[in-house]
C-alpha cells in the first residue's frame, strides 16, 4: 500500500552526522517485541535535492521507501554515499 505522501529535503546542510538523512518504515530494533501490526504504509514520493551532504559516516540511507527521488551531489561520506534496503522507484542523478 502506498501512502501520498510528499516530503522535500532541499537547501540545507549536512555535515559530519552519524546518518545525514535516514528514511525509513518497518524496524524493529530489537529493544521490545512489536506487539502490533505494522502499518502497510511505506514511506513514499520522497524528494532529496541541492543539499550539502558530506562528511557523514553514512550520507543517506533508505529502508522500505517507496519513489525517493534523489538530484544531488553527496561527496566524502566516510562508509557510504547512499545505503538502501528494500527500496522501490528510486531515481538517483549525481550533478
Known amino acids: ?6 516530503v522535500r529535503i532541499a537547501r540545507s546542510k549536512f555535515i559530519q552526522n552519524k546518518k545525514a538523512i535516514r528514511i525509513a518504515a518497518h524496524l524493529n ?13 511505506a514511506p513514499s514520493k520522497h524528494i532529496i535535492q ?6 557523514n559516516v553514512i550520507g543517506i540511507e533508505l529502508k522500505n521507501a517507496i519513489d525517493t527521488q534523489m538530484n544531488q551531489k553527496i561527496l566524502d561520506n566516510l562508509v557510504a554515499n547512499v545505503t538502501k534496503n528494500n527500496v522501490q522507484d528510486m531515481s538517483l542523478i549525481f550533478k
Not at 500500500?1 to 510528499?6: D, K, P, S, V
Not at 541541492?50 to 562528511?55: A, D, K, S, T
Request: proline share 4%; with cysteine.
Open 1 to 6: 500500500m502506498r501512502c501520498e505522501t510528499f
Open 29 to 41: 530494533h530489537d529493544v521490545m517485541k512489536l506487539d502490533r501490526e505494522l502499518s502497510p504504509i
Open 50 to 55: 541541492n543539499n550539502e551532504i558530506r562528511n
